[in-house]
């Protein structure tokens, strides 16, 4: 299988926000880069890093705005990292949820190498490309400064790093912008880091949830050891999620996808405990947990987004899947 760059979705409904507040278009800004708007309703959901900073590169000029991803942060909620997001929201002390971001951002990129690194002084996130695709600008500020945001609002307005760098060919514009988000001179670096005083690192997050927050890390460290296991599984996963609205994929294009016959495709498969029929289920009941958070999906969208050809069908595998109908389990 060809290994395409992907880069998570986490920032397309901020940026959604941000495009209908400016008075844009944002589904026909979607469309033209070959992306449905339900495609992006899914903080988790995996695009192609090409059109993904294709897509950024269009709304900076739709926007005429090249510190994009500042405004975009401020839209931002939890629910904009997927299940990570609630996990940072469970809170615990700034050297945890920190810790927290470094341990599970793999669930959310492969593009980006995220560290945790604490000095006499301070405790720093630094994100490096972990990929020969260098990750979008907006894509990494937008992270940064969401992260400030959602801590000045857990532990204090005035919460500020106290150091932030960023590469030097990085937009003027963009990087006055954070200078004046972050309340800090911007450094130039080699890479994108983001460093706090290491004298607050055991500010507790208001209303954290200490247990909440073990439990999602044991959740969430379940699904990151899946994820590196089923290597071949989880590659087709992602190839099957792209391909379902245009119908259930079919076994012999999985396996010429993957260079090899479907003979061999069935034998690596079962290395990993897995058939065709078993791993194309478990990805569209994924698929639908996932749907089913986002607001105003219906049934037949989501029949749809799943590759069935009748509603009737998705009605049947999901009361398989979930005991009951889907208008009963709403």
């Not at 600008?137 to 940064?144: D, E, G, H, K, S």
């Not at 890479?191 to 690192?201: G, I, P, Q, R, V």
Request: aromatic share 6%.
């Amino acid at each position: 299988m060809s290994e395409k760059k992907q880069a998570a979705a986490l920032l397309m409904g901020p940026l959604v926000h941000l495009l209908h507040e400016r008075g844009l278009d944002s589904d026909a800004i979607l469309r033209r880069h070959g992306l449905e708007p339900q495609m992006v309703q899914d903080p988790e959901a995996r695009l192609d890093a090409a059109v993904s900073t294709a897509l950024l590169d269009d709304c900076v000029r739709e926007l005429n705005d090249p510190a994009m991803a500042i405004e975009v942060a401020r839209h931002a909620q939890y629910n904009t990292f997927g299940a990570l997001g609630l996990a940072v929201a469970a809170g615990g002390d700034l050297y945890s949820v920190l810790n927290r971001i470094t341990r599970f951002h793999r669930l959310i990129s492969d593009l980006v190498a995220t560290e945790l690194i604490a000095d006499d002084d301070s405790v720093a996130l630094r994100f490096t490309s972990n990929t020969d695709h260098q990750p979008h600008p907006q894509a990494i500020v937008f992270v940064m400064a969401t992260i400030v945001r959602l801590l000045r609002i857990r532990i204090h307005r005035d919460h500020n790093s106290v150091a932030v760098c960023a590469p030097e060919w990085l937009e003027p514009a963009l990087r006055q912008a954070m200078a004046r988000y972050f309340r800090c001179e911007v450094s130039v670096a080699d890479h994108y880091s983001l460093a706090f005083d290491k004298s607050n690192a055991q500010h507790m997050l208001a209303a954290s949830d200490v247990q909440l927050a073990a439990m999602l890390d044991a959740t969430l460290a379940q699904r990151l050891a899946a994820s590196e296991q089923g290597a071949l599984a989880s590659r087709l996963a992602l190839w099957i999620e792209q391909r379902l609205p245009d119908g259930e994929p079919a076994q012999a294009d999985a396996a010429q996808e993957c260079c090899m016959s479907t003979r061999s495709l069935q034998r690596r498969l079962s290395d990993e405990g897995l058939t065709w029929k078993q791993l194309l289920e478990d990805t569209r009941k994924t698929l639908v947990e996932r749907h089913l958070r986002t607001p105003g999906m219906t049934v037949t969208q989501m029949a749809f987004l799943l590759g069935f050809s009748e509603v009737s069908a998705f009605s049947r595998a999901f009361k398989k899947w979930f005991g009951v109908s889907p208008s009963q389990f709403r």
